[in-house]
């Protein structure tokens, strides 16, 4: 671009001179902008084509992955059901922003997707046996983690790596509003992943029967614990009624006395509610320790996926033409400057 300034007249004559980084006459147009595209059009259309047809080859060698998608539904907790009728309306309003409010949080849809991702279950999916996609045939006598072909120092090393590889390919989402948890497992072999997602549900089931069982067995120890002194606490009681009556055959007749039956009488009352209330709590804990029912209902098994999830060709090949137009434009200006400031030099 030219930048021009008028002198002051000198001896009856207007000169117009060429200087760099005086004020410009007129503003830069997209007239001007379109006059340099189109004298440069090889390169606004040539870079966008190159880079999309870069992308596209490097899309084409990447390795195609797939996902597998389950989705469970978790038991209710049976402690959200004791609340008030007051508290049980606002419990479920809570609920749809993810605040569990009066429930047991280790059965919350959030605590499953946690479990999901720890350690512990992810060490036992890298350990158990898949059928191997890499044989022709097909072998169910392959670890994942062999079959991720992960290799470390030591097998400790090994397994640390897989966790960190298996957890990057393991996601989860917890719909709040419904309860749905969604798993997907995502794999260079669409069979594989379908699997592993399949696994790790049944994983969890376990991990549920086993936690499950473990608090109530703890819960019965403490309620058999409890059942002992709370009976010897109504024996005492109803004792102490006994010898009240004993000792005092016409207690109606005095007022100081009725009152003291009173007492002793709901003394008695509450000695057999506590009573009453463990034993229900003792034949619970009994039923759960020995119950391994599944706490999880599942909607969707995990399916071999037919189409893959990565890479997206089509998006990368559209992004890789819009990048490409913008660098196009902008060597255009570039290459338009570079010639204007050897021409300015060359004058």
């Known amino acids: ?12 004559r207007g000169i117009v001179a060429v200087t760099h980084g005086a004020a410009p006459t007129s503003d830069f147009t997209l007239l001007d902008l379109a006059t340099i595209l189109v004298r440069h059009r090889r390169l606004v259309l040539g870079m966008p084509l190159a880079v999309g047809l870069l992308i596209a080859v490097v899309s084409l060698v990447m390795t195609p992955h797939f996902t597998a998608t389950t989705t469970f539904v978790p038991e209710a907790s049976s402690s959200s059901s004791r609340l008030p009728a007051g508290l049980a309306g606002l419990s479920g309003l809570a609920g749809q922003f993810g605040v569990s ?10 605590f499953y997707a946690g479990v999901l991702k720890s350690r512990e279950l992810l060490e036992r999916a890298l350990l158990s046996n898949y059928a191997d996609p890499r044989q022709s045939q097909g072998s169910d006598s392959a670890r994942l983690l062999d079959i991720l072909e992960i290799r470390g120092r030591s097998h400790a090393d090994s397994l640390s790596l897989g966790v960190r590889v298996l957890s990057n390919q393991v996601a ?6 419904t309860n749905i948890v969604r798993l997907s497992v995502e794999s260079r072999y669409p069979e594989l992943a379908a699997a592993v997602a399949n696994r790790m549900i049944g994983y969890l089931n ?3 029967a086993q936690q499950r069982q473990s608090q109530a067995r703890a819960r019965r120890t403490f309620v058999e614990q409890r059942i002992v002194s709370a009976e010897q606490e109504l024996r005492a009681a109803e004792e102490d009624l006994r010898q009240f009556y004993e000792r005092n055959r016409s207690w109606q007749q005095a007022p100081q006395l009725v009152f003291e039956e009173g007492r002793l009488r709901r003394r008695v009352d509450i000695r ?29 098994p995990a399916v071999a996926p037919q189409q893959r999830s990565r890479p997206r060709r089509t998006v990368m090949v559209l992004l890789a033409l819009v990048l490409g137009g913008i660098l196009g434009v902008f060597s255009a200006l570039g290459a338009d400057y570079l010639d204007r400031v ?3 030099r060359g004058a």
């Open 101 to 110: 409010l009066g429930s047991d949080g280790s059965r919350s849809p959030r």
């Open 1 to 12: 671009m030219w930048w021009l300034t008028s002198s002051e007249p000198r001896h009856g």
């Open 342 to 344: 050897r021409r300015t």
């Open 172 to 177: 989860t989402q917890v719909d709040v509003q």
């Open 272 to 300: 057999q509610e506590v009573h009453i209330t463990l034993s229900r709590e003792h034949e619970t804990a009994r039923i759960e320790e020995v119950n391994d029912a599944p706490v999880i209902t599942v909607v969707d």
């Open 206 to 208: 376990d991990f549920n």
